[in-house]
């Protein structure tokens, strides 16, 4: 059996002054262990909060959220956080940053990771002086040389160039790779994430719409294209018509006629942006992302 | 740490073909053109990765295709070794095959058809021939 590395039932979280709003509302998922999973959704969407209550910096206004098989506070040698500001010791220097880093995780500490990640970092300059680019190489070599089972990264790549970004992105698979840590990375980019992510969840609007293995919630979707017409008995997720020809995405209940329409999977892309098109369009969790089942290991 | 693997794999994100597709296909075209050869130790998962940024199970899926088909072989705790050659002998200039194929294309050229048209007359043969096939 796979474990999981979170596990969400019934999650809610309402701002205090925010006209009493919930920031994220009745969200339940399962994200197994081992997976690279990419945390999207547009700007306001709820992933930052899912991640804080994730890392138990927030506390629940309803609904539970299990980490590495506890509470988030009794996993927290075991996670790694790196929030989008990035909260480093601005009084600190680089080489007292790590050193910190050394002290406070002694059982697990990976002096090589967090020296390869700080990279060419001056050692002896000031957390303050740094550009934002190099704070967020800076809090990612804390992170990883942390060793982490859990890592919860919140924008990790906004501030980067795209030379550090492919080579941080680099960095994080290749511990994937090697300890199968499991990584969560929120973007509203999703290029930034393709390819590096096999496992997805979609926030909008404080729900979970999508999660599961970026795979088979692509494969449960086509691409309809051909004359205007009802596409019962499949969901449909979103349809646009332009003169004759309607092009049509939809989950699929049993085999499409393919007289009729031109049936091609969707890219991802695609499937994200159709349904932030369509909010109404209903939320699909694969077997994998559903809290409380147990999935045996593949 | 062994002497390293004897092959680079370059992703195209845009090129519409899937990723772990990218990898299986560069292994072949390089077994094909010799530059891998049997007993040669593909880069490990995690050099992949590493050079890439692309998700570890992506490279893994690849390495199990080509075992599938035969052309590599996992070796615990060792790496991933290449097992036999690809095609090999029906590319080279004089092998008989080719010969056949070049002989058609002139006929075709002196039958009044473009370049275009020939391309697309063998690329309709070629998918019907090799139609069912698995991808790859």
């Not at chain 1, 098989?69 to 010791?89: N, S, W």
């Not at chain 1, 979609?202 to 494969?219: F, K, Y």
Request: with cysteine; net charge negative.
């Amino acid at each position: 059996m796979t474990g999981a590395a979170i596990e969400a039932t019934g999650l809610g979280m309402k701002y205090r002054g925010r006209d009493g709003g919930w920031a994220l509302r009745d969200c339940s998922f399962r994200l197994p262990a081992g997976r690279v999973c990419a945390l999207v959704g547009p700007n306001g969407a709820g992933k930052s909060t899912l991640l804080a209550l994730a890392a138990g910096f927030l506390r629940p206004a309803e609904g539970t959220v299990q980490v590495l098989g506890g509470a988030p506070g009794e996993a927290r040698a075991k996670m790694a956080f790196v929030a989008q500001d990035k909260p480093l010791y601005p009084q600190l220097t680089v080489a007292a940053t790590l050193w910190a880093g050394a002290e406070l995780n002694p059982a697990t500490w990976d002096q090589d990771t967090a020296e390869r990640i700080a990279g060419e970092l001056p050692r002896d300059a000031g957390v303050r002086s740094l550009s934002g680019g190099q704070r967020t190489r800076l809090a990612l070599a804390l992170a990883l040389g942390k060793r982490p089972e859990l890592l919860l990264l919140d924008e990790p790549m906004a501030d980067l160039d795209p030379l550090a970004r492919h080579q941080l992105m680099g960095a994080l698979m290749a511990e994937a790779a090697e300890h199968s840590t499991t990584i969560v990375m929120s973007s509203h980019i999703l290029t930034e994430l393709e390819g590096a992510c096999d496992y997805l969840l979609l926030v909008d609007g404080g729900r979970v719409r999508l999660g599961g293995e970026t795979d088979d919630l692509l494969a449960a979707h086509t691409l309809l294209t051909g004359p205007v017409r009802d596409t019962d008995p499949h969901t449909v997720v979103e349809s646009r018509t332009a003169g004759r020809l309607q092009t049509t995405l939809v989950r699929r209940q049993g085999p499409v006629d393919t007289t009729v329409w031109e049936a091609t999977e969707p890219s991802l892309e695609e499937l994200l942006l159709a349904h932030l098109r369509s909010p109404e369009a209903p939320a699909l969790l694969t077997p994998s992302a559903e809290a409380g089942k147990e999935v045996a290991a593949v | 740490m062994a002497e390293s693997a004897a092959v680079e794999y370059r992703i195209d994100r845009r090129s519409g073909v899937a990723t772990y597709l990218q990898i299986v296909q560069q292994t072949k075209q390089a077994l094909r053109l010799g530059l891998l050869e049997p007993g040669d130790r593909l880069p490990t998962a995690r050099e992949v990765v590493e050079a890439t940024a692309i998700n570890p199970n992506t490279v893994l899926k690849a390495y199990r295709e080509l075992e599938r088909e035969g052309l590599v072989e996992a070796r615990r705790g060792l790496g991933t070794f290449v097992t036999r050659t690809l095609g090999g002998a029906a590319a080279a200039d004089d092998a008989p095959l080719r010969a056949e194929l070049a002989d058609w294309a002139r006929r075709a050229r002196a039958a009044g058809l473009e370049k275009d048209d020939v391309s697309a007359l063998f690329t309709a043969v070629l998918d019907k021939t090799f139609e069912g096939d698995q991808a790859g």
